[in-house]
C-alpha cells in the first residue's frame, strides 16, 4: 500500500485493522515503520492504549504506576512505563498488580486504615540487592507484590503494640481471646525472619517468609526450589497454601485469589480486636461461597435465620507427621451468625404445611446441639446450655448476634451440622413455642488456598 497517497485514510484503515490486538503487538506494530508509529501514538489511537492500560494493568484511570512520574502523559506512554515497572509485559506481573488495584478498592471502601499502612514500593535496585543477599532471585509473583507495596507499617511503637497490629493486609479473625491477622512483610523484614527461620535446626535458606500475624503465630512461606506456597506450623513447613501445577506461580495465584475472594463479597470488612478503636479488617469467614459444599451456609427455620461459617487454622493442628502416630488433630474454627427475620421475611419464607402463618416477634436461645462427622471416624456429639455462656435474645427484623468456637478433627475431611433450641419471647416465658433451628451442613476440609 502506498502510504504517501492517502496518509489519513491509510491510518484510519490501520486502526480498524489493530481495533482487536493486545498491547504487546502494537507496541511490534509500531516499530516496523514511521507511518504505523505515528498512527498508534496518534490522539485517534489513545482509546487502544487506555484499554490495553486498564485490561493489562487494572489502570482504567490512566495513573500510571506508583513509583514514576507520569502526570499529563497520554496512554500509550503511560502503557510503556508500566512496562518499565514491570521489567516487561509479563503476565504474572499484570497479574499482580490488577489484584493490587482490586485489593486496593476495596480497602478504600472497607478498611481505609489499612490503605495507610501500606508502604511505598520496593525499587528495583533493593529487589537486585536483596536477590543477591539470598544468592537467587525472587519468584516472579513476589517480585511483583513488592514492587507495587513493600510491606506495611505495623509495628510504629514497638513489635505488634498498637492497633495498627490488626490491620493486616492480608486479612484476620477472632477465637475466643485470639485476634489473628495477617500482614505483608516488607523486604528488610523477609531476609531477616527468613534467615532467622531457616538457621533454626540446621536447615537449609529455601523458604521465603513473607506474610506473617502479630507475634508470627501464622506464617506463610514460598520455596525457592518449587516456588510452592505453604503455612509454617512451629519449626516446620506444614500445609500447602496453594495449589499446584496451575498457571503463573504459585504466589500469583494466592495473592489473586485473596483479591478475587475481597471483589467477590467472599469476605467481609469487621472489627478484629474487641475495642470501640478497633480498625476493620478483612474477617476470613467466609459470608458466602459458591454450592453445598462451600465453607458458608445458611438455613432458615420459621424465621430464625442460621448462617455457618468454618476456616481451617494450620496455626492450631498438629503436624502432618504425627498422623503415621495417630495423635494427627486438625482444628476448624466457626462463626456462627443468628437472626430473626422481619414479619414480611417470616411471612414470604413460611411453610404452609406448618400450618397458618404467625410471625415470631422474639426469641431467646437456650440450648444447642452439635454433631462433628469426621470421615472414616466415630462421629463427635456436643451439647449444652446456651452458646459460650450466652442465651441471646433476637427480635423480628432486629440486630443479629455472631459468636465463634472451634472443633479438632482426627481427619481433614469430615461435616458438621447441628441445631439451635429457641424459646418464643424469652426463656422463662410459659407455654410458648419451642423451635428447633436447623444449623446448615457445613463441609470441613483442608482448603485449596489457605489465609
Known amino acids: 500500500m502506498n502510504t504517501d497517497v492517502h496518509p489519513s485514510l491509510y491510518a484510519d484503515a490501520l486502526l480498524i485493522v489493530v481495533e482487536y490486538l493486545d498491547a504487546k503487538v502494537l507496541a511490534k506494530i509500531s516499530c516496523v515503520q514511521r507511518a504505523w508509529r505515528y498512527a498508534l501514538s496518534s490522539p485517534t489511537a489513545q482509546h487502544l492504549w487506555l484499554r490495553a492500560l486498564g485490561r493489562d494493568w487494572g489502570d482504567e ?16 506512554c503511560l502503557y510503556r512505563e508500566w512496562v518499565m515497572f514491570a521489567g516487561g509485559c509479563c503476565p504474572v506481573a499484570q497479574a499482580v498488580v490488577r489484584a493490587w488495584k482490586d485489593i486496593e478498592t476495596w480497602l478504600s ?33 513476589l517480585r511483583m507484590i513488592l ?16 492497633l495498627d497490629a490488626f490491620c493486616g493486609v492480608f486479612g484476620g479473625y477472632s477465637l475466643y481471646d485470639d485476634y489473628v491477622t495477617m500482614g505483608l512483610l516488607s523486604l528488610g523484614e523477609i531476609l531477616a525472619l527468613s534467615s532467622s527461620w531457616n538457621s533454626q535446626g540446621g536447615r537449609d535458606s529455601s523458604s521465603l517468609i513473607f506474610a506473617c500475624s502479630q507475634g ?13 506456597v505453604a503455612s509454617i506450623l512451629g519449626q516446620a513447613v506444614a500445609f500447602p497454601a496453594a495449589p499446584e501445577g496451575a498457571e503463573g506461580c504459585a504466589v500469583q495465584r494466592w495473592f489473586c485469589e485473596y483479591a478475587r ?44 435465620r442460621v448462617h455457618a461459617s ?21 482444628t476448624f474454627a466457626y462463626q456462627i451468625t443468628f437472626s430473626l427475620l422481619s414479619e ?7 411453610d404452609g404445611s406448618l400450618g397458618t402463618f404467625q410471625p415470631l416477634l ?13 470421615t472414616g471416624h466415630d462421629p463427635i456429639l456436643a451439647s449444652g446450655p446456651g452458646v459460650v455462656g450466652l442465651f441471646p435474645q433476637l427480635s423480628a427484623g432486629g440486630p443479629s448476634l455472631t459468636y465463634t468456637s472451634c472443633t479438632q478433627m482426627p481427619c481433614p475431611t469430615g461435616r458438621m451440622t447441628g441445631s439451635f433450641g429457641f424459646k418464643e419471647g424469652d426463656a422463662e416465658a410459659q407455654g410458648t413455642r419451642f423451635i428447633e433451628a436447623a444449623c446448615p451442613t457445613v463441609h470441613l476440609t483442608i482448603p485449596e488456598y489457605i489465609y
Open 147 to 162: 514492587r507495587v507495596h513493600d510491606g506495611q507499617f505495623l509495628r510504629p511503637r514497638g513489635r505488634w503494640q498498637s
Open 261 to 304: 475472594r475481597l471483589r467477590d463479597g467472599v469476605y467481609a470488612a469487621s472489627p478484629i480486636f474487641p475495642l470501640k478503636r478497633s480498625p476493620s479488617t478483612p474477617c476470613l469467614y467466609p459470608v458466602r461461597s459458591s454450592g453445598p459444599h462451600g465453607p458458608a451456609q445458611v438455613a432458615v427455620t420459621q424465621g430464625i
Open 362 to 374: 422474639a426469641v431467646q436461645l437456650v440450648n444447642r446441639t452439635w454433631r462433628f462427622l469426621p
Open 216 to 228: 508470627s503465630v501464622k506464617q506463610i512461606c514460598i520455596d525457592k526450589v518449587n516456588g510452592a
Open 310 to 330: 468454618v476456616l481451617f487454622l494450620p496455626e492450631y493442628c498438629s503436624h502432618p507427621r504425627d498422623e503415621a502416630r495417630g495423635t494427627q488433630a486438625y
Open 109 to 141: 471502601k472497607n478498611c481505609p486504615q489499612i490503605i495507610r499502612t501500606l508502604r511505598p514500593g520496593a525499587t528495583e535496585r533493593q529487589l537486585r540487592a536483596a536477590e543477591a543477599t539470598l544468592g537467587f532471585p525472587l519468584p516472579p509473583g
Open 344 to 350: 414480611e421475611e417470616q411471612a414470604a419464607a413460611w
Open 61 to 76: 484511570t490512566a495513573a500510571g504506576p506508583p513509583d514514576r512520574k507520569c502526570r499529563g502523559q497520554p496512554p500509550h
